[in-house]
Every structure is written in structure tokens, then in C-alpha cells.
């Protein structure tokens, strides 16, 4: 069935509750993970008389971004690691997340996604927007969404 599982976290506890159910499907199906952490990508400079305001440069950025997604991907895949579960890890900067997430999930060949999701609904969906209802909507893989 799947042997290959995509788990995308932003290191919330819901996103954590996700990580827990896909290390048990994985652990069901003899299925390795592939843990995803997208950075969002760094804001525009803000310019006051000429000067940027209060911004860090792109390369000190991106080494914050790296090392702070190291803490998230290490912690996760520790875990899966310690329930005998083969993990890779990969570290994305994007604007948008749900396009890195289907474009990782093609990458390394995984045949499910598992992620977490909010439930909003009503106006709070529309006006916050949901990266898992795009992922469900865009992906050709199978999604299991956790609540």
C-alpha cells in the first residue's frame, strides 16, 4: 500500500499530532517518512529615508531559518526514529507552503501525505485561507488530514 509518507510540520502541537499518526501508519505499513518543514520566505525590506528598517540580510535569514528548521525536523524525526521508522528530512523556503509540499511530495516519491489541519470554517477558512485545503485540492497523492 504506502510505503512512502510525506509529513509536513511547522512544530505546532497540531502539526505534532499529525507527526504521531503518521509514525503509527508507518509503523502499520513498514513505511519510511519524509518530514517537511517550509520556512516562509523573507518579508520585503520596509524603507524609511532611504534606509531599511529594522530587516536582517537575506543570508543571515536564511541561516536563522535553517538552523530553527533543523530544531523542528530533528525533534520529529527523532521520534520516528526511536519507533524503527527510516526518516529523511527537508528544509524549504517559500511564499507559498502548499506548492513546496506537493512539489516535495513528488521529489522524493512518496505516495501519501500526511498533515495537520485546523478545521476552521465559514468565514475564518475563507479569510485565513487553509494550506491543507490546498494540498487537498492540488495533489495528485493520496492526504490524510489530522484534526
Known amino acids: 500500500m ?7 510540520t511547522d512544530g505546532s502541537k497540531l502539526s505534532d499530532k499529525a507527526v504521531v499518526q503518521a509514525i503509527e501508519l508507518a509503523k502499520a505499513l513498514g513505511a519510511d517518512i519524509t518530514f517537511l518543514h517550509a520556512t516562509p ?25 535553517k538552523a530553527d ?10 521520534k520516528a ?7 529523511k528530512v527537508v528544509h524549504e523556503i517559500t511564499d507559498a507552503p502548499w506548492e513546496s509540499i506537493i512539489k516535495v511530495a513528488k521529489k522524493v516519491k512518496a505516495d501519501a501525505i500526511v ?29 490524510l488530514v489530522v484534526r
Do not use: C
Open 115 to 143: 498533515m495537520a489541519s485546523h478545521g476552521r470554517r465559514g468565514i475564518a477558512s475563507l479569510l485565513l485561507g487553509s494550506e491543507t485545503t490546498k494540498v487537498l485540492t492540488h495533489s495528485t497523492v493520496p492526504v
Open 69 to 78: 528548521s533543523a530544531k523542528v525536523l530533528d525533534r520529529v524525526s527523532a
Open 81 to 87: 526514529k526511536t519507533a524503527g521508522i527510516d526518516t
Open 41 to 65: 520566505a523573507m518579508a520585503q525590506p520596509m524603507y524609511a529615508d532611504g534606509m531599511s528598517v529594522g530587516m536582517i540580510s537575506r543570508k543571515e535569514y536564511n541561516q536563522r531559518a
Open 2 to 8: 504506502y510505503k512512502h509518507l510525506l509529513v509536513p
